[in-house]
């Protein structure tokens, strides 16, 4: 048995069409024709990336930032023109751009609470 690393990341969200809409007109992905009821999945690469209503005993409502302990990470080819986008749409930054070891990095939380970072390097 080989697993050979991920291959699907999707986050449960409260309210799907809310999210899809975030992550289409505030991050710049773009949807697929792959979605199913229930989830919205971009065209990201190499990994498909989706949001998701949330599975059966999951609550988004429990107080605490969904994800934490998990690091989302996005690789985006103009980092800063992102960044300065979101804080122009009034999107909390968690984390300021700095030089860091992917080259500029910064943090977002997306309408779920979900801390993302961005970067420009591979």
């Not at 449960?12 to 773009?30: H, I, M, N, P, S």
């Not at 199913?36 to 998701?52: D, E, Q």
């Not at 605490?64 to 909390?92: F, I, K, M, Y």
């Not at 751009?97 to 609470?113: I, K, N, S, V």
Request: one cysteine or more.
């Amino acid at each position: 048995m080989t697993v050979t690393g991920p291959s699907f990341i999707a986050l449960q969200v409260k309210d799907v069409a809310r999210a899809a809409a975030f992550y289409e007109q505030q991050v710049g992905l773009t949807r697929t024709d792959m979605n199913r009821p229930g989830a919205v999945v971009f065209a990201t690469s190499p990994i498909p990336f989706a949001v998701r209503e949330p599975m059966p005993g999951t609550d988004l409502n429990q107080g605490v930032r969904p994800g934490n302990g998990v690091a989302l990470w996005l690789h985006c080819d103009a980092t800063q023109d992102l960044h300065d986008s979101l804080t122009s749409n009034g999107v909390e930054i968690l984390r300021s751009p700095e030089r860091g070891p992917f080259g500029l990095m910064f943090t977002f939380a997306d309408l779920d609470g979900y801390a993302v970072t961005v970067h420009d390097q591979a």
